[in-house]
């Protein structure tokens, strides 16, 4: 600092003015760092948030499709067709063909337990499906990243206070966590609550948000 009064004195700056270009030149020489943009943050929180919805999802769509399958063969046991029924078509996994499900197995209880898994991995693949939606519509320009306005809106929609100096990481995984704990404890109520919180602020399900979650459904 002696140094930089020095060289102030030489260029005849008088001493009241110092101290107003100290700031300046100590970010030229690269000692005082200057926070990242929120551009880079926010394209990351988006598709950190995003992807861990949609890995969700995919869990949620086999757990569904499996007791699917199982109530079927259940239901063909008890009760069986007076004629040869239409093939449906019907999305099988590759990586998970019919047979191996052992449904027996799986489901001890038989037809009722199948059916009961059914009616529950439906509605937890319509919660994560729903908060995948939620997750696009705080994009509100689809430009596949949270602005700082958009961040703070999401953020505040469930009642979680915005910091706006936080790195990324931070905002993933408060997010992240609030989606586990949503979907944990099956709070479609704190969900539409929040989605309709967004929607009042002017935030619309657009039709790139739908071709986005049809990706995700198919």
Known sequence: MKELLFIF???H???IHVWLFVPMLLVALGMIAIPPALGSTGTEVFRGFTSHISQHILQNKQDFYVAQSCTSFFYKKVKKPQRPQVERISYIPASQPPENFDCSTRYPNGLDEAREAFSHTQQTLSLSLTFFEFALI???DDDEQY???ELQD???SFGVAFEPHWPSDRYVHSLNGLFDS???KGQI???TKSLGILLQKGYRFTSAD???LNREIN
């Open 154 to 156: 999401v953020m505040e």
């Open 138 to 140: 705080g994009d509100k």
């Open 210 to 212: 739908q071709a986005a």
């Open 147 to 149: 602005a700082g306005m």
């Open 13 to 15: 700056v008088a001493p």
């Open 182 to 184: 949503v979907m944990h």
């Open 9 to 11: 004195k030489r260029l």
């Open 189 to 191: 109520e704190t969900l």
